[in-house]
């Protein structure tokens, strides 16, 4: 690894007292908090298209099986707290971005120049990534995992083998999908924002490697940490079954590994950089 030391590079402003920082901190989480209560009341103005758009996954899955879509409430005020759910999700999506400027904002002051620079575009990628991530769960993941939860229905079918039975009208036992508004909900939502939230891996990664706090190496190097975690998260953050965690841990490990050739392809770039200002410096072995 080499190491350099950065040249005529000034921070903006001069190091502030501690009661000024946690000031500033207040100052841009309240910003934030009311950015999230604004965007939660406009969201709950239309929960009920957000809703409808929520639920066409299901009731395309449903609709290709021939059945109709349709929730329940299992409890009086359950449309009530479904609703504030509602709420709640489009408030953080549409709050994200301001939420970001705000951390933006508190950081800023604390950077050089270069470094301001250089973070600005991963702060416009985390939203995008974000987007991309929540795009790929419900336009892609979803469909996948309700078509296959919905195959384990069975139909009330006479008994084949046995036409007295049938002629009495002994059937099976039927299995239909009866689901529940706030369970569908809490499965969507929480697919959604696993996926959202997992796309900003690459970012976050990126950014470490941007700040020379990981290398392409140590990545490489700590796959299977990695591994080990990323099952962890992958059965936090997923409904418990099987086939839904194993989905989340590939395309999060993708991310991964994708994120060691970004860092890699910007440590290319850094020493580029370096060796034409003359300032590189080799390694001894």
């Known amino acids: 690894m080499s190491a350099h030391t950065p040249i005529d590079d000034d921070l903006d402003g001069s ?40 639920t066409r996954p299901i009731c395309a899955a449903l609709e290709d099986r021939g059945q109709e879509c349709g929730l329940i409430l299992l409890k009086l005020q359950e449309g009530f707290s479904v609703a504030i759910r509602i709420a709640f999700f489009g408030g953080f999506i549409l709050s994200f971005p301001v939420i970001g400027y705000q951390l933006w904002r508190f950081v800023a002051p604390g950077l050089y120049k270069t470094e301001k620079r250089a ?27 309700f078509a296959f939860f919905l195959g384990f229905q069975q139909g009330p079918l006479a ?33 959604i924002l696993a996926f ?37 998260l992958a059965a936090c953050l997923t409904p418990p079954d099987v086939g839904s965690q194993l989905v989340l841990f590939s395309v999060v490990y993708g991310l991964y590994e994708i994120s060691i050739q970004i860092v890699r ?21």
């Open 196 to 232: 959202g939230l997992s796309f900003q891996l690459p970012v976050a990664l990126a950014l470490l490697g941007r700040a020379g706090l990981v290398s392409s190496q140590s990545l490489a190097n700590t796959r299977r940490y990695a591994v080990v975690i990323i099952l962890t």
């Open 15 to 54: 190091s502030a007292p501690l009661m000024e920082h946690l000031k500033e901190l207040r100052t841009r989480i309240i910003w934030s908090v009311l950015a999230l209560v604004v965007a939660m009341i406009l969201a709950y103005l239309v929960w009920n298209p957000i809703y409808n758009f929520l």
């Open 265 to 285: 392809r910007i440590e290319v770039v850094r020493e580029r950089d370096l060796r034409a200002q003359g300032l590189w410096i080799e390694d001894d072995e």
């Open 119 to 145: 973070f600005l575009p991963f702060l416009l990628a985390s939203p995008a990534m974000f987007a991309v991530g929540a795009a790929f769960a419900y336009y892609i993941i979803l469909p996948m995992v």
């Open 159 to 191: 008994l084949p083998d046995d036409p007295a039975a049938a002629g009495d009208g002994s059937r099976l036992a039927g299995i239909v999908f009866q689901g529940s508004v706030s369970e569908y909900l809490t499965l969507t939502t929480r697919f």
